[in-house]
């Protein structure tokens, strides 16, 4: 990959052909509705393993952190499975995959998460 290429905008670039639309409302109506499963969401909570992660959580080792996600995007596949691999909450069924992303106010490409996957890519 070109050397001048920098990470935010390789960011940029996987969210303009990965990411489809901001679905929010339809996802939170369709898992109240039962029509989405909530099981069907990976990555949606962790088990806190360490007392570094106890004490930022406020929860005892072995009890299990929920994300709150404040938004669900429609993604690609491709994209769906960068996300998984990352840990993060990805709903997927018969009718597509959504990533559940647990940040909100700031533009994607500036997510860790985004740069992390681009970081990856500029690597291969």
């Not at 369709?30 to 007392?51: P, S």
């Not at 647990?102 to 996957?117: E, F, K, P, W, Y």
Request: with cysteine.
């Amino acid at each position: 990959m070109n050397s001048d290429i920098t990470v935010n905008e390789v960011a940029k670039n996987i969210i303009q052909n990965e990411i489809l639309c901001c679905q929010s409302s339809l996802v939170d109506d369709l898992l109240k509705r039962e029509i989405f499963l909530i099981d069907d969401v990976v990555n949606l909570g962790e088990e806190i393993t360490t007392e570094e992660q106890s004490e930022e959580y406020g929860l005892e080792i072995g009890d299990y952190h929920y994300p709150e996600i404040f938004e669900w995007w429609c993604v690609s596949s491709w994209l769906a499975e960068h996300l998984k691999e990352e840990g993060q909450p990805v709903l997927e069924n018969g009718y597509g995959q959504w990533w559940g992303r647990c940040t909100t106010g700031q533009s994607i490409d500036m997510d860790g998460v985004m740069q992390r996957i681009a970081q990856k890519i500029m690597k291969h």
